[in-house]
């Protein structure tokens, strides 16, 4: 027996497809964009460290800077309300103070259970190999990614994930340290002026290993 909810999640994640055009007289407040982010922050990560960071690049100038760099998907990104570039931070555990004092400060953690689990942070993330670092930033970040296409559909808009873009140069192009931010995907946002089409899927037996 399904819940009202899980069927709303089923309709959501079924009826997601990837838009690659836009209507282009559509512009999403800015209001309406941060909430946004802030449901799809609801993604857990390693450590509860959020490792996840967002260019909104919704202006003109802002539009016309990405476009050199975004490859073949250039309709997406002339057509878009806004186009969502997700970066993983590889310094995220410098925010780990704030919050973990938070979680105590709101009653969520006891603080004992802080100062252990900050002792661990400490001792683990700033030692770890550029690579690994690299590889739990990203992870956690792309479930950030998949939350927002989720919670993006939920208010009515479409979206593609794109990982053809020039990484470095699109990190630098908003001012930003490449050596820090590591690129994830983008994700174009708006109202679709398009259907998007059905696309195929491994089947269970093909993806699972039972033992
Ligand atoms: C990480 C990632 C990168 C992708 N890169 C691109 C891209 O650069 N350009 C594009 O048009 N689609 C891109 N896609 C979209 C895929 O082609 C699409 O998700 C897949 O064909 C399944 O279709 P659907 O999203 O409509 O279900 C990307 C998807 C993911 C998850």
Known sequence: MQTTEQNQLRDLMTSRHSIRKYRTDHKIS????????????????????????????????????????????????DTSSAMILILADTQHYKQSDYIFNKAVDEGKMPADVRDRQLELINAHYPQLPASKLN?????????FAMQFMLIAKSYGYD???????????VVEAFDL?????????????????????????????QITFWH
């Open 30 to 77: 800015r209001e309406e964009l941060t909430r946004m982010i802030k449901e799809a922050s609801s993604a857990p990560s390693s450590g509860n460290l959020q490792p996840w960071r967002v260019v909104v690049v919704d202006s003109e100038e802002g539009k016309a800077k990405l476009r050199p760099l975004v490859m073949f998907n250039t309709l997406q990104n």
């Open 135 to 143: 590889e739990i930033v990203k992870i956690d970040s792309a479930l």
């Open 159 to 169: 979206t593609s994930p794109m990982g053809g873009f020039e990484e470095e140069r």
């Open 177 to 205: 340290d490449p050596e820090q931010y590591s690129p994830v995907m983008i994700l174009a946002l708006g109202k679709a002026d398009e259907a998007g089409y059905e696309s195929v899927r491994l089947t269970p037996e």
